[in-house]
């Protein structure tokens, strides 16, 4: 099993940067791809950005591409998304997933989630 935690968000003005944080526990964490959603008001969960268990892999979602950076450090059983170029429409409470199988865009195939951390850009 594993549990995640998201840790990191807040507001910040637009153009700014920001880093969360997904701090697993478990032993087996590094047979996990992780992936970041991001949820908005009213909208559905969304892919943002995924990885693969040793970090080598990167997938990223058209609309954050070249902005964000996700990567992870299996030692310290941490997931990171570093953000830059901070865009209103890039508010949403953020979450991680962790999948068993492989690296994925698709919500329903992660096992386990965190409660989520909210991003606020401001214009």
């Known amino acids: 099993q594993v549990q995640l935690v998201e840790s990191g968000g807040g507001l910040v003005q637009a153009g700014g940067s920001l880093r969360l944080s997904c701090a697993a526990s478990g032993r087996t964490f590094s047979t996990y791809t992780v992936g970041w959603f991001r949820q908005a008001p009213g909208k559905e969960r969304e892919f943002v950005a995924g990885?693969?268990?040793?970090?080598?892999?990167?997938y990223y979602a058209d609309s954050v591409k070249g902005r964000f950076t996700i990567s992870r450090d299996n030692a310290k059983m941490t997931v990171y998304l570093q953000m830059s170029s901070l865009k209103p429409e890039d508010t949403a409470v953020y979450y991680c997933?962790?999948?068993?199988?492989?690296?994925?865009?698709?919500?329903?195939?992660?096992?386990?989630w965190g409660q989520g951390t909210q991003v606020t850009v401001s214009s």
């Open positions: 990885i693969s268990l040793g970090g080598g892999t990167t």
């Open positions: 997933g962790a999948n068993r199988f492989k690296i994925s865009r698709e919500e329903y195939e992660y096992d386990y």
